[in-house]
Nanobody, 124 residues
Framework: HVHLVESGGGLVQAGGSLRLSCTWS????????VAWFRQTPGREHEFQAGISWKGGEIYYADSVKGRFTISRDNAKKTAYLYMNTLKPEDTAVYYC?????????????????WGQGTQVTVSP
């Protein structure tokens, strides 16, 4: 089992930036692909970005291309989501998700492990 913990959410004004972190527990399960999703009330998890174990594959949702950057540091067992030029519509709970093998990065069903989420609120 892999335990994921997100941090870095908070309240920011439109146009501002945040960095989210996702740290995973010590695990013999590897490699791990990591993705970030977000969720607003009444909606399913929406894919934001994904990164493969060594970072050779990176994917973004069209809505965040050019504004969000995903990265990872396997030595620190941490993945990051740098969010710039934030908009009020980016307000959501952001989740880190992980799995060993992923084919459809944007599908929440692909991921076996999820964090508890961190709230991001962007004020106008």
């Amino acid at each position: 089992h892999v335990h994921l913990v997100e941090s870095g959410g908070g309240l920011v004004q439109a146009g501002g930036s945040l960095r989210l972190s996702c740290t995973w527990s010590e695990s013999t399960i590897s490699p791990l692909a990591v993705a970030w999703f977000r969720q607003t009330p009444g909606r399913e998890h929406e894919f934001q970005a994904g990164i493969s174990w060594k970072g050779g594959e990176i994917y973004y949702a069209d809505s965040v291309k050019g504004r969000f950057t995903i990265s990872r540091d396997n030595a620190k067992k941490t993945a990051y989501l740098y969010m710039n030029t934030l908009k009020p519509e980016d307000t959501a709970v952001y989740y880190c998700a992980a799995t060993q093998i992923v084919t459809r990065w944007s599908s929440q069903d692909e991921y076996d492990y999820w964090g508890q989420g961190t709230q991001v609120t962007v004020s106008p």
